[in-house]
């Protein structure tokens, strides 16, 4: 008698678990198609600290990854969006033009135009405008596919 009953929870719970990950796939929609990006399809909005030009919002799935941020941002003189900070995506950060400090690691270093800073998941990083003209940057932030979303 009690197997009739342990079939239809492993059935109950195959069935649960299909329908999460279903609806998960809807909820993100379809993963990016191959496409260009124009600087004029991009929203921007703006603060006291500058500006964020968001070509792709995170929660952007593509092939390889569950969420994909990509964005141009403008950091004021004397300005950051946020202090240093960490999180379980990846992220490459490209200075395009000015100069600033890193925050990484726990070392604040300096920032120059053609610089490239990588942060592994849960490393405490950040960047700030500590010069005098605007820093611009452009960042791509990812949590691939199968990597573990939590801290480490």
């Known amino acids: 008698m009690k197997t009739p009953h342990l079939l239809i929870v492993l059935l109950t719970a195959a069935l649960s678990f299909a329908a999460g990950a279903a ?3 809807t909820a993100q929609g379809a993963p990016l198609a191959s496409c260009i990006i124009r600087q004029a399809d991009a929203k921007k909005s703006s603060g006291d600290w500058g500006s964020i030009r968001i ?6 799935t593509t092939q390889g990854t569950h969420s994909m941020l990509t964005a ?6 004397g300005k950051q969006l946020q202090p240093p900070h960490r999180h379980a995506n990846e992220e490459f950060q490209y200075v395009i033009e000015g100069r600033g400090t890193w925050h990484l690691n726990g070392q604040d270093l300096p920032l120059e135009k053609g610089d490239l800073m990588y942060a592994q998941p849960g490393v405490l990083h950040g960047i700030a405008n500590t010069g005098t003209e605007p820093l611009r940057f452009f960042v791509v932030k990812w949590i691939s596919k199968g990597a573990v979303r939590a801290l480490p």
Request: charged share 25%; glycine share 0%; hydrophobic share 25%.
């Open 55 to 60: 070509y792709s919002p995170d929660s952007t």
């Open 23 to 25: 609806f998960e796939h």
């Open 72 to 77: 141009e941002l403008e950091f004021l003189p």
